[in-house]
């Protein structure tokens, strides 16, 4: 295996678009500009039906599950996955799928059977407003506040990520990609609000399988077959069949994978993530919204075959690249015909854009429920659609602003985890000890939030790992939930109804 | 950590899916179905939920 070396950003733009141009024909270029105006046609006629801000950001409570579950999947797949996962999967091989697999699936089914229920029954609109009525409204703002500021940085990144790769495969300059990017999903996001964005998001989804089984077919038929493919892999690297690689391996230790992904980061994205659980609280009765989360769960075990598989197959094929990141466009180059390279990039492009697009419309939501009426309750809440779509676009035009200078910044996407890190030990020890203990007090919330991320802040200064950052903040918050509750007052039973598990199966 | 053997791993991916089915089943079928259009068996997502832990301990298991 060549020698991996980690890819600064400024690297990756020119490496990946000098080496890793993909040439397209015609054909891909009409299959391209059809994408662009379909995903505008289906977002614009959806923007018809939106009247309300609740139209706006649960789409009127009426989308059902399979059309959820797409959409979930197309929110997940963001710009780290296409862009570095194929690199990830390169240098240590199938463990790269944990992120998929022990790295999600656990979680997904939490949410789908216990949080879900939860957060549609309490009826709210976001999950900071779940613990600001479970909690208090100071509980509501910091976490729509932490949560928004994330949310902003990924904007830019994924305008970013879009950027460098239409300049790879366009040779367009990134401040072109960036603008033709934030119209695109500017034009949808802002006037059909979650409709828009669930629905376009299915369609893109759909896409990227597509784009992916095609690499995987010709690549595995390219390999001589699937015998032929593993024997070939395992031949000069033995260990990128294995899924978990040694305890002291330097970026995939086990005990981080397990303890830190498995049982921290990954349950706070998927039973704590506004983005990924906005469009389940859209669902038309809980039981599609816990439904779309399982056959998202199903749809998540094979997503290793897009986005894990073509970092295998370029090891296989002995790619001439200099950089693990450079995979996925070799393998595009050399694995596809015309067409389906067209076809490819647009996978790319989809995935990229429906992380864009629930970014921009869960953050527009956050601020303008979660912040503006606890800060301003005498607020006018009739103008929330207005509010609603000016903050969408005015978040896109920051994004769009400023994501020309995140490649100057050198490894963002190491920078966004390490900020996942900084909160979500926190986050899910509020949500957990929120929804299955009623002794737990609001002070004691107060209290575990603010010092638990200000712990990780000291724990990554410290230069800890950031998976073990998530583990250690969440068993202090956990502890400290616990132990500030004894000695604080709690709510009224009365008002906890729907709110905390225990009462729930109780009913 | 960095000197726990590899074998723990398997393990404990076990010992994670088999809790959470305990905590599956632990629930109630009424709870689950809830807003569904109908009762049918095959909405139940307890059974759905089993078959995806069951791919996934089959999977740990070829890749181990």
Same mark, same amino acid.
Not at chain 2, 42 to 64: E, K, M, N, P
């Given at each position: 295996m060549p020698a991996a070396k980690p890819l600064s950003s400024d690297q990756y733009r020119t490496e990946y678009a000098r080496d890793g141009k993909v040439q397209l024909e015609t054909i891909d270029l009409i299959i391209i500009v059809g994408y662009l105006v379909l995903i505008v046609g289906v977002g614009l006629t959806i923007s018809r039906r939106v009247h309300s801000a609740k139209d706006f950001f649960l789409a009127s409570r009426s989308l059902t599950w399979w059309i959820i579950g797409l959409s979930i999947i197309g929110t997940n797949i963001g710009a780290n996955d296409y862009v570095g996962a194929a690199g990830g999967a390169y240098r240590v091989g199938i463990a790269q799928a944990n992120f998929e697999w022990i790295g999600a699936i656990p979680a997904m089914i939490l949410a789908s059977l216990l949080f879900i229920p939860l957060y549609w029954r309490a009826g709210v609109y976001s999950i900071p407003e779940y613990l600001g009525r479970r909690y208090n409204k100071w509980v509501r703002v910091i976490a729509a506040g932490i949560a928004s500021v994330f949310s902003i940085f990924a904007v830019a990144v994924a305008l970013w990520a879009i950027a460098i790769t239409l300049q790879s495969y366009l040779g367009w300059p990134v401040w072109v990609g960036i603008l033709v990017t934030g119209t695109v999903v500017g034009l949808y996001s802002v006037s059909g609000g979650l409709a828009a964005v669930a629905f376009t998001d299915a369609l893109q989804v759909s896409i990227m399988f597509i784009g992916g089984l095609a690499i995987m077919w010709l690549g595995l038929d390219e390999a001589g077959g699937l015998a032929a493919f593993s024997d070939a892999l395992v031949a000069e690297n033995p260990d990128h069949l294995k899924v978990y690689l040694p305890a002291d391996h330097e970026s995939f230790p086990w005990p981080g994978v397990i303890l830190g992904l498995g049982l921290v980061l990954s349950p706070a994205y998927w039973c704590g993530g506004q983005a990924i659980l906005q469009r389940t609280l859209a669902a038309r009765s809980q039981w599609d919204a816990s439904a779309a989360m399982m056959f998202a769960a199903f749809a998540k075990t094979f997503i290793p075959v897009l986005i894990v598989f073509p970092g295998l197959l370029a090891l296989v094929m002995q790619a001439s690249i200099e950089y693990p990141d450079m995979s996925l466009p070799w393998v595009v180059k050399n694995v596809l015909p015309p067409g389906l390279s067209g076809l490819m990039f647009i996978a790319i492009i989809a995935a990229l854009q429906s992380s864009l697009d629930s970014s921009l419309n869960s953050t527009s939501l956050m601020i303008t429920r979660d912040i503006r009426h606890v800060l301003l309750p005498n607020a006018n809440r009739e103008h929330d659609l207005l509010i609603g779509r000016w903050l969408t676009l005015i978040i896109l035009v920051f994004g769009m602003i400023y994501a020309p200078f995140i490649g100057d910044f050198g490894g963002i996407y190491q920078l966004l985890q390490t900020l996942l890190s900084l909160f979500q030990g926190p986050m899910l020890a509020l949500l957990v000890m929120g929804a299955f203990m009623r002794s737990t007090t609001p002070a004691a919330a107060l209290i575990a939030i603010v010092s638990g991320v200000a712990l990780a802040g000291a724990l990554l200064a410290a230069g800890l790992v950031m998976l073990y950052v998530a583990f250690y903040t969440f068993v202090y918050s956990i502890a400290c939930l616990y132990l500030v509750s004894r000695v604080t007052s709690p709510r009224p039973d009365e008002e906890l109804v729907d709110l905390v598990y225990q009462w729930r199966r109780n009913d | 950590m960095t000197d726990w053997p590899l074998w723990w791993a398997s393990a404990a991916t076990v010992l994670i899916f088999l809790v959470l089915l305990g905590v599956i089943w632990s629930l109630k079928r009424d709870k689950i179905l809830e807003?569904?259009?109908?009762?049918? %068996? +095959? #909405?139940? $997502? #307890? =059974? +759905?939920?089993?078959? $995806? =832990?069951? =791919?996934?301990? &089959? =999977? !740990? !298991? &070829?890749? %181990?």
């Open positions: - | 807003g569904a259009v109908d009762q049918h %068996s +095959w #909405r139940d $997502l #307890r =059974i +759905w939920a089993t078959l $995806l =832990i069951l =791919i996934q301990l &089959l =999977i !740990y !298991y &070829l890749f %181990s």
